[in-house]
């Protein structure tokens, strides 16, 4: 089954760290672009960051708000791909999706998204 | 790129005809996607490139528009179309969303 499975939500102090976890299966996911969104309580849907396909030269880059404390890893064995958030605030606060980033004909469209796991940054 | 998409909720009926409105700060020709979100669950892709119903989404479901100016129209609402509906800029980093707009049954 093609699918994305996010993990790795918890409750974490200010200040703390957290790794979450998006694992594909039924298909290879550094042919694609994945790209991880959040979405705070009550609130619409923010983009993250995103990591480019191998093809691409497996870039990253970051929204804004969490440059330079959020980092995208890759394990290839595992078909897996992890965002590091460090310094970690209460307004990080929110469930947090992995997608993948489909190309049809160089038109762009998030096909498949992972459940969301919760993070909640809390004293 | 920012998205204001319009109104911010609605009310309707079953059987209606809706339509939601997006519009872009800058020209983004048709780099624009709508996904539908329920309660608890992660969004659902409807429409890509403006226009173009993504495989498996009821033909109730519509989009148009180019440039700036882009809407989303269901015709015929069903039970199941009761959800938050958002509009996704992607041509570009960073990726933006629209607000989104709460659809609820009258």
């Known amino acids: 089954e093609v699918q994305l499975v996010v993990s790795g939500g918890d409750l974490v102090q200010p200040g703390g760290s957290l790794r979450l976890s998006c694992a594909a299966s039924g298909f290879t996911y550094s042919d694609h672009y994945i790209e991880w969104v959040r979405q705070g309580p009550g609130k619409g849907l923010e983009w993250v960051a995103v990591s480019r396909s191998k093809a691409n030269g497996a870039t990253t880059e970051y929204a804004a708000s969490v440059q330079g404390r959020f980092t995208i890893s890759r394990d290839d064995s595992k078909n897996s791909l992890y965002l590091q958030m460090n310094s970690l605030k209460t307004e990080d606060t929110a469930v947090y999706y992995c997608?993948?980033?489909?190309?049809?004909?160089?038109?762009?469209?998030?096909?498949?998204w992972g459940r969301g796991t919760p993070v909640t940054v809390s004293s | 790129i920012q998205l204001t998409q319009s109104p911010s909720s609605l009310s309707a009926f079953a059987g209606d005809r809706v339509t939601i409105t997006c519009r872009a700060s800058q020209d983004i020709s048709s780099y624009l996607a709508w996904y539908q979100q329920k309660p608890g669950k992660a969004p659902k892709l409807l429409i890509y490139?403006?226009?173009t119903l993504q495989s498996g989404v009821p033909s109730r479901f519509s989009g148009s528009g180019s440039g700036t100016d882009f809407t989303l129209t269901i015709n015929g609402l069903q039970p199941e179309d009761f959800a938050t509906y958002y509009c996704?800029?992607?041509?570009?980093?960073?990726?933006?969303f629209g607000q989104g707009t709460r659809l609820e049954i009258k």
């Open positions: 997608a993948r980033d489909f190309d049809n004909q160089g038109v762009w469209f998030f096909d498949l």
């Open positions: 996704q800029y992607l041509r570009d980093y960073p990726i933006t």
């Open positions: 490139g403006a226009s």
